[in-house]
């Protein structure tokens, strides 16, 4: 959801006054719709240039996303790569994803109760070291909804979970034959997702360097914001 990144949007702002930041649910997550059945980063891709016909915003943008995020962006740029200027990618390859990371926070995730009495309860189900921690377990609780009893998931997580496994598997290295120099990477030096291999394979595509962010895990916005801010300018 978009919230996820409102640390970074709001302390990129204050450094730069002049951007302006649009953080969307994506088709899921968050206060968005629904993912239907059939849903893949397409669907995702079109609701962001829908979204962004509604707010009337023609020019090209600059994509920053991470995991997920940055797949869609993936997929944006594929299918209307004269409205992307350029695209961020935090800690993701655009090759398949394997079973590294994501799915066991995924299956934490799906272990939780459906809801809990308090936040304190439901972060205390969540934190599982050292895939999660505190400060993970207060990232995710951020999908939290407070209802009559308690608070509960606004996700639908099997959902998610299935959606997970059928984006992992897509192939998006294409997309960089004809479009490297505008796609960057920024990966957390703990996190197995981005390879030397993967570092290879953008140097290959024309992609600008990949910047590392010391001390930082896959959720590197997470484990060291500043240290991803530096490598954003």
Same mark, same amino acid.
């Given at each position: 959801?978009?919230?996820?990144?409102?640390?970074?949007?709001?302390?990129?702002?204050?450094?730069?006054?002049?951007?302006?930041?649009?953080?969307?649910?994506?088709?899921?997550?968050?206060?968005?719709?629904?993912?239907?059945?059939?849903?893949n980063l397409e669907t995702q891709a079109n609701d962001v240039f829908?979204?962004?016909?509604?707010?009337?915003?023609?020019?090209?943008?600059?994509?920053?996303?991470?995991?997920?995020?940055?797949?869609?962006?993936?997929?944006? %740029?594929? &299918?209307?790569?004269? $409205?992307?200027? @350029?695209?961020? #990618?935090?800690?993701?390859?655009?090759?398949?994803?394997? *079973?590294?990371?994501?799915?066991?926070?995924?299956?934490?995730?799906?272990?939780?109760?459906?809801?809990?009495?308090?936040?304190?309860?439901?972060?205390?189900?969540?934190?599982?070291?050292?895939?999660?921690?505190?400060?993970?377990?207060?990232?995710?609780?951020?999908?939290?909804?407070?209802g009559n009893t308690g608070f509960r998931w606004r996700i639908e997580?099997?959902? %998610?979970? &299935?959606?997970?496994? $059928?984006?992992? @598997?897509?192939? #998006?290295?294409?997309?960089?034959?004809?479009?490297?120099? *505008?796609?960057?990477?920024?990966?957390?030096?703990?996190?197995?997702?981005?390879?030397?291999?993967?570092?290879?394979?953008?140097?290959?595509?024309?992609?600008?360097?990949?910047?590392?962010?010391?001390?930082?895990?896959?959720?590197?916005?997470?484990?060291?914001?500043?240290?991803?801010?530096?490598?954003?300018?």
């Open positions: 959801m978009g919230r996820n990144l409102s640390s970074l949007a709001r302390v990129w702002h204050e450094s730069d006054e002049t951007r302006l930041f649009l953080l969307p649910d994506l088709r899921g997550h968050g206060r968005s719709a629904p993912l239907p059945e059939d849903g829908e979204l962004l016909d509604r707010l009337g915003w023609q020019q090209p943008v600059e994509i920053v996303g991470h995991s997920l995020g940055g797949r869609v962006g993936l997929a944006m %740029l594929e &299918r209307a790569p004269q $409205r992307v200027a @350029s695209l961020t #990618l935090l800690d993701i390859t655009p090759g398949p994803v394997g *079973r590294i990371e994501t799915p066991a926070v995924l299956s934490r995730l799906l272990a939780a109760p459906d809801q809990a009495p308090s936040r304190a309860a439901m972060r205390e189900a969540l934190i599982w070291e050292p895939v999660i921690d505190a400060a993970r377990a207060d990232w995710l609780l951020m999908s939290l909804e407070r997580r099997p959902a %998610l979970n &299935r959606f997970f496994h $059928r984006m992992s @598997s897509r192939d #998006l290295w294409p997309v960089l034959a004809h479009h490297g120099p *505008r796609v960057r990477c920024i990966r957390g030096a703990l996190s197995p997702y981005v390879t030397a291999a993967d570092n290879e394979r953008f140097m290959r595509a024309g992609c600008p360097e990949t910047r590392t962010v010391a001390a930082a895990g896959h959720f590197l916005h997470v484990d060291n914001l500043a240290g991803v801010l530096q490598a954003l300018h």
